[in-house]
């Protein structure tokens, strides 16, 4: 079996792989090697052009991909699905970071932190009329859309904080850590009033666009609306709109339809916009994470053509 | 009994104390309002300079100052001791919302939030410089300097985030929610490791100027350092220095030695400083929560001159 890596491993994860039984690894290509020379892998861990060019191949002996990602919208689910190439994610090992990045936001936000920062820059101390704004998490409602693992942490943390948590998704199913679920496209009250809004959910055809104007219409909370899911999910325009109009209070983007974002966008200078270049997912010891999910998966496909974690169905796309 | 408000409060609880037996109200005084007329106040709702012209004046009839502050540094103590007056302070509401914005620096600093403000001010998309900075708060050690009502509430909120918090006081005593204590002055390791250090502590004669140099100079883990407590406890010159020398990868000042701070200031540009207007113990319901304390203490004091709950011990100053 030959597992090709897109994705760079320590010297010591190789050590790791070298000592499972008929495995042969293909190191990372570079600028000049040739497709056709990874024609009889048949594991990839990681995903880039160069896999793309070898899915195209005929004959590629290609049976499993392990991305190092979550969210696999970037790669080309039909084309995996048609060759009937198995497809693992690394779902999970995301929602620590994200779901700290996002109560960090809603801190940054109710505690005056993102606006001291802005008054610091010009030399302002707004003592008095910051005092009169900021306010304390305990008892305002968070509206998460995605109920998976990481809408889950963030419930979670927000419960930490005595706040009400209402979750979104398909079917309106219940979910560990929400007070009350809702199938997503519900409009009930508590999101109509929330105080904070949070897109966790998968890139797919149902969501995308998802976020539209009318959807920011509906608000009368003057919510935090944050995007940690993905950039398509959101149509921007309409939430310039909406925060021109102040239906919201702000938003938080991590991830936008095209990044990195031009250095002359107007959307930089957004007011009460806040962007992170797509960081939220991130944290120190990622590479590690990842590799332990390849490394309990490969020991089981080695041993009897299973996969034990992390399946994506490639009909639902997440 | 005349008591005399320094503070504003609502028509609500004007009501409410003009239902309590035996008590006159005396509303606030104007720009042209004599001290001398408030001779006979026996009591005092919050304090500013009016008070303490009225302190000066012999055959003063005070008996009990509520301030509306916790730390009553800024109060004439000894004056209010040699004449004898209880004096009775607001801690306790203060420690939900400064728990909270300790919090939300934590995890504003650790997942990249003031950095990815900073970046978009100058229009930049740094995704791998800060997917490399990023971290999670689980497993990192906390330096909490006071463990009274806002100490225990920060170390709560950071055992929510798994994270280990060390706790310095006067004698090193134990407190609830703190995996170690220590006296303060004490130099154990798990402080000088420690990622994030926080002063909570009232100012006294001992806590002023306690973070200077030395201290600084002993860190090893690179900490962000965040003062909520009094700005006299820190050293401005020798944190500058620390910041500069990389002693501390950041500190946040939610309070100056002097404020506010005047806009032409450089502190306002030092590198890796974040700064707060002193808000860190404001929230919207304020004044509602400072006013039950009065309430409390004044329906028991009426009933036998006793004070039940927040006596500030004027040997101490806390």
């Not at 990372?28 to 009889?40: C, H, I, Q």
Request: aromatic share 10%; proline share 5%.
């Amino acid at each position: 079996m030959k597992l090709g890596l897109l994705f760079n491993i320590t010297a010591a994860e190789h050590q790791q792989l070298a000592a499972l039984p008929d495995l042969e690894i293909v190191d990372l290509p570079t600028a000049n090697t040739d497709p056709k020379s990874w024609l009889d892998v048949d594991i990839i861990y990681g995903w880039n052009t160069f896999g793309d060019q070898l899915l195209q191949l005929p004959h590629n002996h290609l049976k499993w991909i392990q991305s190092i990602s979550a969210g696999i919208d970037y790669m080309p689910l039909a084309a995996i699905k048609q060759q009937g190439i198995l497809l693992t994610n690394t779902s999970g090992i995301h929602a620590e970071p994200i779901a700290e990045f996002v109560l960090g936001y809603l801190l940054a936000f109710s505690r005056g932190i993102l606006a001291s920062t802005q008054a610091q820059q010009q030399h302002r101390w707004v003592s008095d009329a910051l005092r009169d704004q900021v306010f304390n998490l305990s008892h305002s409602t968070i509206a998460i859309f995605g109920t998976g693992h990481i809408g889950t942490r963030i419930a979670h943390y927000c419960h930490s904080f005595a706040m009400t948590t209402i979750g979104f998704n398909t079917a309106g199913h219940s979910a560990p850590e929400f007070d009350a679920t809702f199938a997503a496209g519900a409009n009930p009250s508590a999101l109509q009033s929330a105080k904070f809004i949070v897109n966790a959910l998968p890139l797919t055809a149902k969501t995308t666009g998802f976020f539209e104007q009318s959807f920011f219409e509906q608000l009368t909370g003057q919510p935090l609306f944050i995007n940690v899911g993905r950039g398509p999910s959101v149509d921007t325009a309409a939430l310039r709109g909406a925060l021109d109009q102040h239906k919201l209070a702000g938003a938080v983007l991590d991830v936008l339809p095209d990044e990195p974002l031009a250095p002359d966008a107007t959307l930089w200078d957004q007011p009460n916009l806040w962007l992170s270049p797509h960081i939220s997912g991130g944290f120190e010891d990622y590479g590690a994470a990842a590799f332990a999910i390849l490394f309990k998966n490969l020991q089981a496909y080695l041993a009897d053509g299973q996969l034990i974690m992390n399946q994506v169905d490639l009909d639902k796309g997440y």
